[in-house]
């Protein structure tokens, strides 16, 4: 059973800086793409960032191209989110998700899905 765990959310300042972790455990096996989405009271859950399998494709959403940093170490099965220059519209539930479909902006291209980690950005 494949399992995706998200960890490093908290409440921050605007201004300030998070990095988000997500551990993949389990029988996930192959070349994987992985991305991160987020998901606000209210709203319907958005794309964040995507990386692929060995690094080389990475997009971000424009919100937050520029401050957020997507990366993953595949040895350590572990994807992370580099979160700088926080404001409260960043505020949400973070989710990392993987795709054996490939990279995609799109939550139903995704085949695994973590539990979510809180951000709280203060203003």
């Known amino acids: 059973q494949v399992q995706l765990v998200e960890s490093g959310g908290g409440l921050v300042q605007a201004g300030g800086s998070l990095r988000l972790s997500c551990e993949t455990s389990g029988r996930i096996r192959g070349n994987y793409a992985m991305g991160w989405f987020r998901q606000a009271p209210g709203k319907e859950r958005e794309f964040v960032a995507l990386?692929?399998?060995?690094?080389?494709?990475?997009a971000y959403a424009d919100s937050v191209k520029g401050r957020f940093t997507i990366s993953r170490d595949n040895a350590e099965y572990t994807l992370y989110l580099q979160m700088n220059g926080l404001k409260p519209e960043d505020t949400a539930v973070y989710y990392c998700?993987?795709?054996?479909?490939?990279?995609?902006?799109?939550?139903?291209?995704?085949?695994?899905w973590g539990q979510g980690t809180q951000v709280t950005v203060s203003s």
């Open positions: 998700a993987a795709s054996y479909r490939g990279s995609s902006y799109f939550v139903s291209s995704y085949d695994y």
């Open positions: 990386i692929g399998w060995i690094g080389g494709n990475i």
